[in-house]
Every structure is written in C-alpha cells, then in structure tokens.
C-alpha cells in the first residue's frame, strides 16, 4: 500500500523527507544531484491567466546555484499589459517550496513557480501572486486568524462522439465508464496534478454531457482539499496546465470556458473557503454556523457585485449566471441550497457516528469532523485570474469583520427556500443581483475599488487594467443580443474557449 500511495505523492517530499513549506535551496540542489536532473524550468502566470515557462540546461554547480540564488529577466511589458515596454523588465524568483518534477518532459526536469521583482528588487506590488499574498496578510493582520481555501475545478473534454453506450443528456454527474468516456483520462490528470504537490479532495464527472456536431463534450471535475489561500491559487494553476498537457498526449481538446452552448451547464470555478486559527476550523460553534463564518459571508455580500470582476473575466461568464442553470443570479446565501451565491454545503454537524451505522463491526470513531466546515462561492467560472479572485475572496471575508453591522447583513441576505419558485418572488425581488455583462462588473468595481485597494491589497494600477479590459468588452446588451441566434454564441464561445 505505502508503494501506491508513494505513486501519488510529490517526488521532492518522498526524497527529502520534510513537507514542501520547508524546501531550501540546499534541498533543491541536493535532489537535482541526486536524481541527475537535467533541466530546470521557471514558471509564472502572467496578464493572460496562463503559465509561461523558462527552460534552464544545468550547465555546473555554480550557474545552477545562480540561477536558484539570483532567478532571471524577463520582458514584463510581454507578460503584463500594465507595463511598459520602456522600463519593461522585471525579476523571476523561483519559491523553493513549489517545486515539481515535471510529467511531461523527456528530460528530468525540475520545475518551479516564481514570484515577479522589479528594479529596485521588490515584490511587484501589480502581480496577481503578491496581491494575493498581500490579501491573505491583511485577513491575518485584521482578524488575528488565517484565510484557506480550495477551489472545484470544472471542465469539458471534447472528443469524436461515439456510439456506444451514449451517456444521458444532462446527467453526466458521477456518472460511471462505459457511459462516462474519459474517467481514465480524469484519473491520470489527477495523479500528475497530486505528483506536482496538489492537495486532491476527488474527482467525479458532472452533470454537463451533450453532443455536437458530431463531437461529445463530458463535463468533469476535480476538487481540491482546503489549504493556504496562496497554496491553493498555486495548485489550481498547476492543475489547469497538467489537464491541458495531459489532454494535449491524448487527442482531446479541453475547455474551462464558462459556457458553451445554451440550455447546457457551463462550468464554474466554486471556491470553498474556511478560517482558521491555531490549527483549527472557526466556521463551527456549537454545532452551528459561527459567528466568524457568518461574518465572513457578510463581506462576500457585500463585494459580491465586485468579486465578478475577478471571477467571470469574459463575456460568456454572463451566458452561465441565468437563473435554474445551478448558476447563482442573486446576492444572497443559504443552507445546502444551490440557487444562493454563497451555500453553506453539509458540514458533518449530525451527532450521529455514520461509519459505524454502516459498518456494524465498527467502534464509534469519534473523529472531529468540524475541520471539514466550509462555505462556497458559486458565481466565479474558468475565466477567472486565480490570484486576483481569491485576493478578492479574502478581501471580502476580511471586510466583513471591519464593518459594524456583518450580522445584520448576513441576516437580511440569507434564504432557505428556492428563490426561483413562483411562491417565493417577493424574496427574490428583495435580493440585489450579480451584474449581467463584463461592463457591469467594470461598473460596480468602480464603485467598491477602494475596500480592496484598502490594507495596501490591490494596487490602483491593477483595478484600472481590470477595468478597462472588462469595460473593452462593450458586452451590455450582449446576451440580450444573442438570445435567438445559435451562430453568434457559436462564434462568441469560439472566441473565448481556452480562456484562463
């Protein structure tokens, strides 16, 4: 069993015997000797959402002791539309404790996620990874706790339809092989994914599975185990090229577009979140909903409008976020309820020992099934920059514990009924709503920028380039445009599928 389980594990871990937090530049050097290592790659996300890559042949000791100690240049005005060409270059510093043995090169290569420095070597204070670093200090800074999060990755893989055993239209979820085509596929991403240092909850398919001219699209998904927010960002970045690559070596196509075509589900990007402190969960007293969870809900209300600017980053975000698709339109949040923005979902709160009601032969277990509390927001999708939206998430938790009145707010947002039944439409009409196009996001980040540029977070610089890019869309009326005509969404999803 230890074999198997050494299969899933980051090779780095298994070799130095100490968590990946720890890694030093010693550590890294010593495993590259060891394991003749051939190559070293930088990585880092840039404007686009996406990873680039630096390769480095390990010419000596001392080039690689350099280029570990000192990282490199790169052309930032190529990487950020916020800079300029004039004083456009920037730091790569490689963060020790990312480092993965990459799945797919022929050579042995190491790889690493970097941090951006500018000329006077300090943190870019503009890069999405510092602004989420900067975010979660300020959530410690303020409320004397740490901010974690995990996030639902959902995707389409797109292959020649086939003929047997042709999967239910609409009810792919957790759906079982031969109707389920791509379990395998799900299955091995998820090892590479767990081989990079990724912490996996599971994987399932989902309820998306339609055919189109002649091609099958399968809806799948992989949830990760709740961690530190700047961890999380990294994991789900890594993840999303390891599902690419690994697509790539089989002939699949991969989208994590928001929507694809209407009257399907589109795929979200939901995002758990808990607080913590000393090591344990604080969503929970008593068995109940706490006081800091519900606090922290009163700030995701209150951004909400704002949080779309960072989490649904192209016009079809919009085609998603309609009501009964399972996509939140409403500001407002609930129990086990998937018509709310921000749901609650069954936190093992029973004083029942379930494990033992199903296996007889069982003592109860007595296991603290409070550290497994968490809320969800619901409205961010595939397009999404992680960093800037998880920033956003901790910025909104945080301000729920600076404003006086969070427990009002979280009382007056939180529904337990369906919203979008007929019998409940005064309630519905209660409820602010999530914007409707990019322009709208632009709009209402306008508005609220000043609570997330507050603590020194997110730079002015970064609230105007989100802005302007959001605004450039000139989406208003768009999906009121498109409502009747397949062809227009065709070329508009078209447009936007590799997205984030």
């Known amino acids: 069993m230890k074999d198997e389980l050494d299969m899933n594990a980051n090779l780095l871990v298994e070799f130095l015997q100490k968590p990946s937090s720890e890694f030093t530049k010693a550590d890294i050097v010593s495993y590259i000797k060891d394991k003749n290592i051939r190559m070293v790659n930088f990585m880092y996300p840039a404007g686009d959402g996406r990873l680039k890559t630096l390769n480095f042949v390990i010419n000596n000791a001392a080039y690689l002791d350099a280029i570990l100690t000192c990282g490199e240049r790169v052309d930032g005005s190529s990487l950020f539309s916020f800079i300029e060409a004039g004083s456009s270059d920037l730091y790569v510093i490689p963060r020790f404790r990312t480092a993965f043995i990459d799945p797919f090169s022929e050579l042995p290569t190491l790889s690493m996620l970097c941090s ?11 890069s999405p990874e510092y602004t989420l670093h900067k975010a979660s200090k300020a959530f410690t800074d303020v409320t004397g706790m740490q901010f974690e999060a995990m996030g639902e990755l959902e995707y389409y893989v797109i292959a020649d339809e086939e003929e047997l055993f042709p999967a239910t239209d609409q009810r792919g979820y957790h759906e079982s092989g031969p109707y389920a085509k791509f379990n395998q596929f799900r299955t091995q991403c998820m090892q590479y994914i767990a081989q990079t240092g990724g912490q996996i909850k599971y994987g399932h398919s989902e309820v998306g599975n339609f055919t189109l001219n002649g091609k099958i699209y399968e809806q799948n998904e992989i949830e990760f185990l709740p961690t530190r927010v700047e961890d999380a960002a990294d994991q789900l970045m890594i993840a999303k090229w390891v599902i690419r690559n690994l697509a790539y070596e089989y002939g699949l196509d991969i989208t994590f577009a928001p929507k694809i075509t209407a009257g399907k589900a589109g795929s979200g990007l939901h995002v758990h979140m ?4 000393d090591g344990k969960n604080q969503m929970l007293q008593n068995g109940v909903l706490s006081e800091t969870a519900r606090k922290a809900i009163a700030g995701m209300m209150k951004l909400a409008p704002s949080i779309t600017a960072f989490g649904n980053t192209n016009p079809t975000s919009y085609f998603r976020l309609v009501p009964h698709q399972e996509a ?17 979902p069954l936190g093992w709160a029973a004083k029942k020992d379930m494990c033992s009601l199903a296996n007889p032969l069982e003592a109860d277990s007595h296991y603290d099934t409070t550290q497994k509390q968490t809320v969800e927001m619901r409205s961010p999708d595939g397009s999404a920059d992680l960093y800037q939206l998880l920033a956003g998430l901790a910025v909104a938790c945080r301000y729920g514990f600076e404003i006086p009145d969070a427990l009002d707010v979280a009382d ?23 914007p409707d196009s990019c322009v709208a996001s632009a709009k209402r980040l306008q508005q609220q920028r000043t609570i997330f540029e507050q603590h020194n977070v997110f730079s002015p610089s970064m609230i105007d380039g989100i802005i302007k890019k959001l605004e450039g869309y000139n989406d208003t009326t768009l999906r009121e445009d498109l409502t009747n005509d397949p062809e227009g969404m065709l070329e508009l999803v078209n447009r936007y599928f590799h997205c984030g």
Not at 421 to 431: D, G, I, P, T, Y
């Open 116 to 126: 951006f420095f500018n000329k006077d070597g300090e943190p870019l204070e503009s």
């Open 274 to 277: 808990r607080i913590m402190k």
């Open 328 to 344: 939140p339109t409403n500001i407002c949040w609930g129990d086990r309820n998937r018509s709310v923005l921000v749901r609650v």
């Open 412 to 434: 007056k947002t939180y529904v337990n009924v369906n919203i979008h039944q007929e019998e409940n439409k005064a309630r519905l009409e209660s409820l602010d709503q999530l």
